[in-house]
């Protein structure tokens, strides 16, 4: 069967529900997030809508890009530019009470999880990616390779290294597709992660 056709583009402010919609069903399966949000998925999908509609607007400096098929979204991926990725504690502070106010039993997972992850922040600038997901039951179909190959087309242009962080080992491949390389590797809430990095091509 044909692919219905999909549009790559920027996402726009009035569409953050359904990005927000995209990322916490798209991600709710995912290790860490199991490990984080305990076994319930229901839960964890309210969980993951608290902490991602926290993370987007507490942080406007975010560049975003969505998928759009059949005037639905169904691909999301946020990214914050060189020299933006470690928010502030105000910033901090408004995603960790969205968290409590839903689940606060599993803010010290979220804190033990986020301090990990900023100790392997590397030091000199890049661009850091994530997160990214596509709606649950459209994975598979090109939708993720789609908002990848926007993305690094973006950072070619702009000469920007790229890092990212994963929790899956298929990502990893996904990721290796586009060019990014496996930087480190660490254990989180008993998960192993893959931190990864992207240098751009040189023109
Ligand atoms: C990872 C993700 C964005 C990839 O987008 P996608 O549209 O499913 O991927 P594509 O169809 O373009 O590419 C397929 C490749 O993605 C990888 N992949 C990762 N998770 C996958 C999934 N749930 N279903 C299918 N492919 C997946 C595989 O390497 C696959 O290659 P293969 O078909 O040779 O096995 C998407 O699967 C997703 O949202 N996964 C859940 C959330 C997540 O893990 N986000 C990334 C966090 S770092």
Redesign the pocket.
Known sequence: MAELPLQVRDHDQTEMSAAVGVLAR??RD?PGHIAAFGPDPDRRRSALAAMFSALLGAVPTLERICAEQEGDIV?FAAIAPPGTCRVSLVQKMKIASSIAKVMPGALPRVLSWQGIWARHDPDEPHSHF?????DAG?????????LMTEYTDRLDAAGHLAY?????P??V??YQRFGFEITGEAAVLGNPNWFMSRKPATR
């Not at 459209?138 to 789609?146: E, K």
């Open positions: 798209g991600m995912n691909g994530g997160p990214i997901a596509v459209r994975q598979g179909h090109g939708i993720g390779s789609r990212l962080e994963t929790d899956k298929e990502n491949t996904f």
